[in-house]
């Protein structure tokens, strides 16, 4: 089936300094990449839409600036969370769209900013 | 607005039948997807349901009416593994999922 390779599982960073998460799918081309956050005991919260070669889209009250993401290939889409601070931190999952219609997800990333 | 309603937790025994029920108000309508989440891990897919009717895989089954907006998924046989939230999602007219907060499921032996 369908993988969607996530890196890194759990990062711990300092407040101001920016991290980078990594999703590739492994055995398919996802034109298509959501980026999720969720926090303890909630649901997840769409932050943006990728779409390989062009801009993200972002949900309303996500700062673009804040929160980079590239998608420069069909099988790699980025998100770098920029001047990090410990209300950044959260699980961060990415999700891509294959060729049936599903939608799997990465293992997803536990960043948490001290 | 889209709206997705899903009990927030529920409780069931082991061994016993459990029905997790979802309704949803959405701005078109290409699917119904549930998922299952451990805490601190991603969600991992369960089912996807575009027609009306009963969906059967293994011990569990989900069932759709689009008429009513309404889901269930319902999970038989239950073991303590089971224990998760189980998120609905529905994909909407632009093919965006819409989630529902999702719905604690408690398995006590």
């Known amino acids: 089936g369908a993988v969607v390779s996530q890196h890194p599982s759990r990062v711990i960073c300092k407040s101001g300094t920016s991290v980078k998460i990594e999703c590739r799918s492994l055995?398919?081309?996802?034109?298509?990449m959501f980026w999720y956050r969720q926090f303890p005991k909630q649901s997840l919260m769409l932050m943006a839409t990728?779409?390989?070669?062009?801009?993200?889209?972002?949900e309303q009250g996500v700062e673009k600036d804040k929160f980079l993401i590239n998608h420069a290939s069909l099988t790699l889409s980025t998100l770098t969370v920029t001047s990090a601070h410990p209300e950044d931190s959260s699980f961060y999952i990415c999700?891509?769209?294959?060729?049936?219609?599903?939608?799997?997800f990465g293992s997803g990333t536990r960043l948490t900013v001290v | 607005g889209q709206n997705i309603d899903q009990p927030t937790e529920m409780t069931a025994t082991e061994g016993a039948i459990v029905q997790i029920n979802c309704t949803y108000q959405?701005?078109?309508?290409?699917?119904l997807f549930w998922y299952q989440q451990h805490a601190g891990e991603a969600p991992t897919f369960l089912s996807y349901?575009?027609l009306d009717g009963l969906e059967e895989k293994g011990r569990f089954s989900s069932f759709l009416s689009r008429s009513k907006g309404y889901s269930y998924l319902l999970l038989k046989e239950l073991q303590m593994k089971d224990s998760a939230s189980y998120l609905c999602?529905?994909?909407?007219?632009?093919?965006?999922?819409?989630w529902g907060a999702g719905t604690k499921l408690i398995i006590k032996p």
């Open positions: 055995d398919f081309q996802a034109t298509t």
């Open positions: 349901n575009v």
């Open positions: 959405t701005s078109g309508f290409n699917g």
């Open positions: 990728s779409n390989e070669g062009s801009k993200a889209t972002y």
């Open positions: 999700s891509a769209r294959d060729r049936d219609y599903g939608y799997t």
């Open positions: 999602a529905v994909m909407d007219s632009n093919y965006q999922l819409i």
